[in-house]
């Protein structure tokens, strides 16, 4: 975590020291220096914007300041254990490649028969084997991209900037039940187009809290930038539905 505070801001600058459970078991916790109250009020939009204004005894941080940094500091005088992240981890990876695969798995004989019957464009390779490692591939990275996000600040400070990526994640969801159980190519097309915009989106908020999440969102963009020129272009090729070869 130090090394990924180093490369790209993750995390708070931060040192790990030993913390002993009552039952004698080490583990590792993370704890960030004391820091005074009124610490980062420029952040604080509207304070700042009237600071010069305000009279003498109104100067002190409101209540409502107070509360806001309680919420913004949250995360560091409450940080999680080692196991925590890595459950989070665990659980971000689980989510994003059963988003990606499982409708697929579950339905795989039937859903590969309507593919192979289905007129493609001459830059889709027979073999699904490119496409389903780069598809993964880019799932596991953007597994990384949230997980990045949640390591800097927690959910309860971030998780505004996560709600492109869940959007985008739940129209990715019906992509594969739109496009070979409703058999409707133009749907398959808008909602890879909505993904595609979802994700711009996830990559300018990510920005927002850390380059490197970002960046591991690059991918996935991509991927969906082929999604959407493939589904085009099926749809020119057969019609907005299709019926299954007899």
Excluded at 104 to 110: D, G, L, Q
Excluded at 175 to 198: E, G, H, K, N, P
Excluded at 214 to 222: E, G, K, M, N, R
Aim: charged letters at 15%; proline letters at 4%; aromatic letters at 18%.
């Amino acid at each position: 975590l130090q090394f990924l505070y180093f490369i790209g801001g993750v995390g708070p600058k931060m040192h790990m020291e030993a913390h002993m459970q009552r039952r004698g078991k080490g583990v590792f916790r993370y704890f960030r220096k004391e820091v005074n109250l009124t610490e980062g009020v420029e952040s604080i939009a509207v304070f700042n914007k009237y600071l010069d204004t305000l009279r003498p005894w109104d100067s002190r941080p409101s209540e409502h300041y107070k509360e806001a940094v309680r919420v913004k500091n949250y995360w560091y005088d409450h940080p999680p254990s080692l196991a925590a992240l890595l459950g989070y981890l665990f659980l971000c990876v689980v989510i994003n490649l059963a988003v990606a695969f499982l409708s697929y798995i579950i339905n795989y004989s039937r859903f590969y028969s309507l593919w192979r019957d289905l007129n493609k464009p001459s830059f889709v390779y027979e073999g699904p084997t490119a496409i389903v490692f780069s598809w993964g591939l880019a799932h596991i990275l953007s597994s990384l991209a949230v997980w990045f996000v949640y390591l800097t600040g927690g959910w309860i400070e971030n998780w505004k900037h996560t709600v492109p990526y869940c959007l985008m994640l739940l129209a990715e969801a019906l992509i594969a039940d739109v496009m070979f159980s409703a058999r409707r190519l133009d749907y398959t097309t808008f909602i890879a187009v909505f993904c595609w915009v979802a994700c711009s989106l996830a990559i300018f908020t990510f920005s927002r809290v850390t380059y490197i999440a970002a960046a591991a969102l690059v991918p996935l963009f991509l991927c969906y930038s082929y999604a959407v020129t493939l589904a085009a272009h099926m749809w020119h090729l057969n019609g907005a539905s299709y019926e299954p070869a007899v």
